[in-house]
């Protein structure tokens, strides 16, 4: 009889994850962990290497301690985490400086030369994706022009998963969808030497490290790392992927046409293919798959969550104090306004480009900027609010017809898919059927997921997604909304490619400004 439950580990930018689930998918035991992030200059994002070590051994144990789980009850441990940035290791496997992160902005001017020479687009024909501050290739770059040292004494580059599971096993290997965030070569699934002849970094290669599929057992848990953590010698440990892939299959998305949007402080939208197309050329990212012969052509957009955040902070400041007062939920309240409002808000249209960085998908513009158009006398706060409900969905929208592949259905996850009146918005803005899995870590779920399949549980995909994925909620497209909102996305389209250079004028002008 096999062992009862699976860990799943998610290593965020900023939060651990341990979450323990039984064969069904349910979460039996979580706990979670804070990283800080280091920012000691302006566009830096670092963590200690060692105390993100600290955090998921910590995280581990606690889960298993604080709700009573056995380790010798653990068939398979998966780990997924936080994509691109760079972590070092010398010969002896000691971390050579601070993890550099994602986030990272440093090599923000090398990505402006490498793009205004052509080579982005040229390594986007073998790569699949955007290359940007904070992806691999940039921040070796960087190290090299600013650091030369920090790379003579490097021996192994790491994602944020395979450091973790270095540590549990003692094994460096990395997945073909974190190693896809590299140099690579996404039609013959291996690291690109042409690439990193393009950029001058050929003699970097033997840095990186074996890929091998996502659902391969690379070792077992050492005496060490059962001291330190909790659990028992031995246990299979997968190889595990990037957290947005494991995400996907934490949804349920296995399939080519099913789609899924993390709803978030960004907004991750990818749709699983069964053969790669990489248009639009240049924009986006393309990812191995948790499968052999799967790729995730992917869209990830800036415009997520914030936009409400920041609309409830400047004008709903009342509202805010009377839900703390009578201990009442906020946005429920606020959602019962705006449902009163009509959909499309009387020909209100908001662009939901409030991130600092702009937008990046999909299309990318980094002076873009959010903006209200059509306000009149009639506009009330409640449309406002709406029409930035409704920005966030076209959206998305915007993302999801540029994909190469027509969608079957979207899943929604993320903390925009707890609103029940904004998931409706969506199946109504893209005019197909949207489903809200149960659970909450769902990228944690992912990577447990695929290592039941590595140790046998689940006898294929299928059935583990069957058995082990709860999608909770579902919303139809309501059509007579759907027509009112592709008229609107009409209007979202032509405003913006109007406004296009006026980005630009603002963001010198704002320059200007800050000198003065």
Not at 19 to 48: C, I, K, M, Y
Not at 128 to 140: C, D, R
Not at 163 to 170: A, E, H, Q, S, Y
Request: proline content about 4%; charged content about 20%; glycine content about 10%.
């Amino acid at each position: 009889m096999p062992k009862p439950y699976l860990l799943g580990v998610d290593a965020g930018t900023s939060l651990v994850k341990a979450v323990v689930f039984d064969h069904g998918g349910n979460e039996v035991g979580l706990s979670r962990t804070r990283v800080p992030v280091e920012t000691s200059r302006q566009n830096w994002a670092e963590q200690d290497m060692e105390h993100v070590w600290r955090a998921v051994k910590g995280t581990i144990g606690e889960c298993l301690q604080k709700n009573n789980i056995s380790a010798s009850d653990i068939a398979g441990i998966g780990v997924c985490g936080q994509g691109d940035g760079c972590r070092l290791l010398d010969r002896q496997f000691r971390p050579l400086r601070n993890s550099i992160l994602w986030t990272d902005g440093r090599a923000g001017d090398i990505i402006t030369a490498w793009e205004e020479s052509g080579l982005s687009l040229e390594g986007f024909k073998i790569n699949g994706s955007a290359i940007f501050a904070g992806a691999p290739a940039a921040i070796i770059e960087w190290l090299r022009r600013n650091e030369s040292d920090t790379l003579d004494r490097a021996s192994y580059f790491l994602f944020a998963k395979d450091w973790i599971k270095f540590k549990l096993t003692g094994k460096i290997v990395t997945d073909p969808s974190d190693a896809s965030r590299a140099p690579f070569d996404i039609r013959h699934g291996r690291y690109s030497s042409e690439v990193l002849n393009m950029v001058g970094l050929e003699a970097f290669l033997y840095l990186f490290p074996e890929i091998r599929p996502s659902a391969d057992i690379i070792g077992e848990v050492t005496k060490t790392a059962a001291e330190e953590t909790g659990l028992q010698i031995g246990t299979p440990v997968i190889n595990g992927m990037i957290d947005v892939v494991a995400c996907g299959l934490g949804v349920g998305a296995v399939s080519h046409g099913q789609a899924y949007s993390i709803l978030g402080t960004t907004c991750f939208n990818g749709v699983i293919m069964d053969a790669i197309d990489l248009k639009p050329m240049g924009i986006g990212m393309t990812l191995a798959y948790a499968f052999d012969q799967q790729v995730l052509r992917a869209m990830p957009s800036l415009a997520g969550t914030p936009n409400v955040d920041w609309f409830v902070d400047q004008f709903c400041q009342s509202e805010k104090k009377d839900a703390m007062e009578s201990n009442a939920e906020l946005f429920y309240s606020l959602e019962n306004k705006i449902s009163q409002m009509p959909v499309g808000c009387d020909g209100l249209v908001y662009h939901p480009y409030i991130n600092p960085g702009g937008e990046r998908a999909p299309f990318v513009k980094t002076s873009a900027a959010a903006q209200f158009f059509g306000l009149s006398f009639n506009h009330t706060r409640w449309h406002l609010l709406r029409a930035v409900y409704e920005g966030v969905a076209l959206s998305l929208l915007d993302c999801f017809e540029k994909f190469p592949v027509s969608i079957s259905q979207l899943m929604l996850c993320g903390g925009g898919a707890q609103s029940a009146f904004w998931c409706q918005i969506v199946s109504d803005a893209i005019g197909k059927p949207v489903h809200v899995p149960g659970g909450c870590e769902l990228g944690a779920l992912g990577t447990a997921v695929m290592a039941a399949l590595a140790t046998g549980v689940y006898p294929n995909v299928e059935t583990a997604v069957e058995q082990a994925v709860d999608l909770a909620a579902g919303y139809e497209p309501n059509l007579e909304n759907h027509e009112i909102y592709r008229e609107l996305y009409g209007l979202y389209k032509n405003l913006y490619r109007h406004v296009w250079d006026d980005w630009d004028l603002r963001a010198a002008l704002l320059k200007r400004l800050d000198k003065s």
